[in-house]
């Protein structure tokens, strides 16, 4: 079956984030969802769901059986089914797993700013360290990691995609930094929620790195992103050390069990939109290589990365003599990105490119009618 994400949606006035909080005229490229109807099979497991009309507590035995088999048809990863523990979603758990241990977190930046906050929200101290950034090719920066490493620190926050600035990190890449941990007994908590959408090379698991990664380490994971689900918030985290998931299951005991409906599509999810996930990622890789292009043509002079996986854009206009990008955006091709602050690099800005190829193109048309103004 061909999917068709050329398809206009209008989204206004179903209680979007994205589109009903803006004005009409402005174009939304900040949250990060996407402007694609999800996969049929998702909408199906709902309405039957839909249709029984019962909802009550749910559980669904089958389901580490579904990621079991997903695990090994995308990674080649065996994985056993007490393993996983499944989540309401992801980010309240990024808050609470910064109490499995004590002493502050350590975390890179710029980086998803809400694994920035989640350790602070939960009253834990953090420390930054910046990534390696060459021509905006982000890297682990291990000599600056030591440096700010201290013995007090027990946990390394890790983000694979990695959002805002779209690496995958490479196996050499994961294998060093999982020696680092080793050397500085770090636990890693691994963010993977854009694990489905990558391009220019397979995306790896945290826990399968090696031997010390596996047994030190939560890999988190979630289909929000990559099925455009966000809006029914699930999660799972892959735990192989038996005594590390006690300590998990216990210090998220407070969270609930997701709802039947989102258990419904994140099943769905997993074991039957394989194809619709390999059309969009296609798709998606249209939209990257566009913006890439056509910001080379208008804005030859701008920083921005070459995005190996998510939908996100990571870009500095700064170069082109716009002083504050993230207001210029709004104020004249009346665009609303995410402004980089809050990711930890003020000047930036990331725009998402998760809509279709018209809306991207018409994003960049206001943009380079508004460059030609300066």
Same mark, same amino acid.
């Given at each position: ?9 209008? /989204? ?16 939304? +490229?900040?949250?990060?969802? +996407? ?15 839909i249709?029984? !009309?019962?909802?009550?507590y ?6 580490p ?6 695990? *090994?048809?995308?990674?080649n ?11 309401? #979603?992801?980010? &309240? ?6 109490h ?23 009253g834990?101290e953090?420390?930054?360290?910046p ?13 600056d990691? /030591?440096?700010r ?8 926050y890790?983000?694979? &995609?990695h959002?805002p ?5 490479? *196996? ?5 930094l ?6 500085? %007994? ?8 854009h694990?489905g959408?990558?391009y220019? $090379?397979p ?7 090696d #031997? ?8 988190? +994971?979630?289909? !929000? ?5 966000? !809006? ?6 892959? =735990? ?30 997993y ?14 890789r ?7 292009? $056509?910001?080379?043509?208008?804005a &030859?002079?701008?920083?921005?990365? %070459? ?20 207001r210029?955006?709004?104020?004249y091709?009346k665009?609303? &990105?995410?402004?980089g602050?809050?990711f930890g +690099?003020?000047g930036?800005v990331? =725009?998402?490119? !998760?809509?279709t190829r018209? $809306? ?5 048309? $206001? ?8």
């Amino acid at each position: 079956m061909i999917y068709n994400f050329d398809e206009p949606l209008d /989204r206004r006035g179903f209680g979007s984030v994205k589109w009903d909080a803006l004005a009409v005229g402005v174009l939304p +490229m900040f949250v990060a969802d +996407m402007d694609f109807k999800s996969a049929p099979p998702i909408i199906e497991a709902i309405q039957e769901k839909i249709d029984h !009309g019962v909802f009550g507590y749910g559980r669904d035995l089958d389901f580490p059986g579904v990621i079991k088999k997903w695990f *090994q048809d995308e990674y080649n990863a065996a994985i056993q089914e007490n393993w996983i523990v499944v989540l309401p #979603a992801i980010v &309240p758990v990024l808050a609470a797993v910064s109490h499995l241990r004590e002493g502050p977190v350590l975390i890179n930046t710029p980086n998803y700013h809400v694994l920035l906050a989640a350790p602070l929200k939960a009253g834990k101290e953090t420390i930054l360290a910046p990534l390696k950034n060459t021509n905006e090719y982000y890297e682990f920066d291990f000599a600056d990691l /030591r440096s700010r490493v201290r013995d007090d620190v027990q946990l390394f926050y890790l983000c694979n &995609p990695h959002n805002p600035v779209g690496r995958v990190y490479k *196996q050499e890449e994961l294998a060093e930094l999982s020696a680092f941990a080793r050397e500085k %007994h770090l636990m890693v908590i691994s963010d993977e929620a854009h694990c489905g959408l990558v391009y220019d $090379r397979p995306h790896i698991p945290w826990f399968t790195v090696d #031997a010390w990664a596996a047994e030190h380490s939560i890999t988190i +994971m979630g289909p !929000g992103k990559t099925y455009n689900i966000a !809006g029914l918030p699930f999660g799972f985290a892959v =735990i192989p050390n038996q005594k590390l998931r006690e300590e998990f299951v216990t210090t998220c005991y407070a969270l609930p069990y997701p709802g039947i409906l989102n258990v419904a599509a994140a099943k769905a999810a997993y074991g039957q939109c394989r194809e619709w996930r390999l059309q969009l990622v296609e798709y998606l890789r249209g939209n990257r290589d566009y913006l890439e292009k $056509r910001l080379g043509e208008i804005a &030859p002079a701008a920083n921005y990365t %070459h995005v190996e996986g998510t939908y996100l854009q990571w870009i500095d206009f700064r170069p082109l003599g716009i002083n504050d990008p993230y207001r210029w955006l709004q104020e004249y091709p009346k665009i609303l &990105p995410n402004d980089g602050k809050p990711f930890g +690099m003020e000047g930036y800005v990331r =725009i998402n490119f !998760g809509t279709t190829r018209a $809306r991207l193109a018409e994003a960049l048309d $206001r943009i380079e009618e508004n460059l030609k103004k300066i």
